[in-house]
């Protein structure tokens, strides 16, 4: 049996009930896919195929393109999105540069040095740190391929590596 609101008659707005709070709390999340972390291609792959149309073509096209700009690409999923970085052989050693994530309606490629790249991405994502830059994406037209490039190229030369990992 459903539960009974009660209402203030001092105020003329309704308890919203439990249900329309849920779908409040997932749109305002926004992420389309709550895939676990793990390094490697097929997590990656496995993370994009999850993900729902307009969103899986970006992403599909932003992988193909990373693969494409960045020989030996690694990749890998943090925080319920792909992220994207350059091994060992890099000339700066290996860390990661650039993540993809699918959120309601968009995705947002993300460059982790996003201030140090030229010109800087437009976009500052939230909650992603202070240097992060970069592009919301609502269809695969949207994607200008030759600036991604650009940027992907200019990221893999100043990798992020965490301090734990310096040590």
């Not at 001092?10 to 389309?32: F, Y």
């Not at 999923?77 to 060992?88: L, R, T």
Request: with cysteine.
């Amino acid at each position: 049996m459903p539960k009974k609101i009660a209402l203030n008659s001092s105020k003329s707005e309704k308890i919203a009930p439990a249900k329309t709070t849920t779908k409040l709390k997932a749109t305002m999340n926004g992420k389309a896919s709550s895939a676990k972390a793990a390094d490697g291609d097929a997590p990656v792959f496995a993370y994009i195929a999850t993900l729902p149309q307009p969103q899986r073509g970006i992403a599909e096209r932003i992988d193909a393109l990373a693969a494409k700009t960045l020989p030996g690409l690694k990749r890998g999923v943090k925080w319920g999105m792909a992220y994207y970085g350059v091994g060992a052989s890099a000339p700066l050693g290996s860390g990661w540069c650039f993540a993809s994530g699918a959120f309601i309606g968009h995705v947002k490629l993300m460059f982790i040095r996003g201030t140090d790249l030229k010109p800087e991405p437009p976009v500052t994502p939230i909650a992603m740190g202070k240097a992060t830059r970069g592009v919301e994406l609502t269809s695969v037209s949207d994607l200008d391929e030759r600036q991604v490039a650009a940027w992907m190229k200019q990221a893999a030369t100043m990798p992020f590596v965490s301090a734990a990992k310096k040590k």
